[in-house]
């Protein structure tokens, strides 16, 4: 295999400073507040903002309007048409997440259920929403389509405790689903 050499660029004496580099900065953060006391700062409008520049005024201004379709928010779980977990603990989620923010502890179906030899269902499913990093990997990984991520932003809590979703919480959040579930297949 060849080596190759790569020659460094010769700096001039100026370039060798920090302040050449600070002053530049300087200069394009004076140019950004000049344009939003001017009331042409981008996105300004868009935002409907109260004050001068672009910033939101958040509990009374939400993102609702300007989330895009494939926005990855809160993670949800799903039942379907007939109010069936559609999780079968498979733990392919657990196993993708990167941070193990997902707990499950796999369960059985009762036996007077017509689909307890068939499936299995979860006995405990926590989201660590502290840990979470909103990668989306559970909901692609999981063959059921029982988990996915709403266009939630807003998931908070004063204690730790509040801060985990448990399986209850997460069927709340996520309802009834028909169909599929995939953002690339449409509803059916």
Same mark, same amino acid.
């Given at each position: 295999?060849a080596t190759v050499k790569v020659k460094r660029?010769?700096?001039?004496?100026?370039?060798?400073?920090?302040?050449?580099?600070?002053?530049?900065?300087?200069?394009?953060?004076?140019?950004?507040?000049?344009?939003?006391?001017?009331?042409?700062?981008?996105?300004?409008?868009?935002?409907?903002?109260?004050?001068?520049?672009?910033?939101?005024?958040?509990?009374?201004?939400?993102?609702?309007?300007?989330?895009?379709?494939?926005?990855?928010?809160?993670?949800?779980?799903?039942?379907?048409?007939?109010?069936?977990? #559609? &999780?079968?603990?498979?733990?392919? =989620? !657990?196993?993708? %997440? +990167?941070?193990? /923010? $997902?707990?499950?502890?796999?369960?059985?179906?009762?036996?007077?259920?017509?689909?307890?030899?068939?499936?299995?269902?979860?006995?405990?499913?926590?989201?660590?929403?502290? #840990? &979470?990093?909103y990668c989306g990997m =559970? !909901?692609?990984? %999981? +063959?059921?389509? /029982? $988990?996915?991520?709403?266009?939630?932003?807003?998931?908070?809590?004063?204690?730790?405790?509040?801060?985990?979703?448990?399986?209850?919480?997460?069927?709340?959040?996520?309802?009834?689903?028909?169909?599929?579930?995939?953002?690339?297949?449409?509803?059916?």
């Open positions: 295999m660029p010769k700096l001039h004496w100026y370039e060798h400073l920090y302040l050449p580099a600070i002053l530049k900065g300087l200069i394009i953060t004076l140019k950004h507040a000049m344009e939003s006391l001017r009331g042409k700062a981008q996105g300004g409008k868009s935002l409907a903002t109260s004050g001068l520049g672009v910033t939101m005024q958040y509990p009374e201004q939400k993102w609702d309007d300007q989330l895009p379709d494939y926005y990855r928010g809160v993670p949800a779980l799903v039942t379907d048409e007939q109010k069936r977990e #559609r &999780c079968v603990s498979c733990q392919l =989620c !657990e196993f993708i %997440c +990167p941070p193990k /923010a $997902i707990t499950i502890t796999p369960g059985e179906i009762q036996s007077e259920d017509p689909w307890a030899k068939v499936e299995k269902a979860p006995q405990k499913f926590d989201i660590d929403m502290i #840990r &979470c990093i =559970c !909901e692609e990984v %999981c +063959p059921e389509q /029982a $988990i996915f991520l709403r266009q939630d932003y807003a998931m908070t809590g004063t204690t730790r405790g509040e801060m985990v979703n448990d399986k209850k919480r997460l069927y709340e959040i996520g309802g009834i689903r028909e169909g599929l579930v995939n953002k690339w297949n449409e509803l059916k």
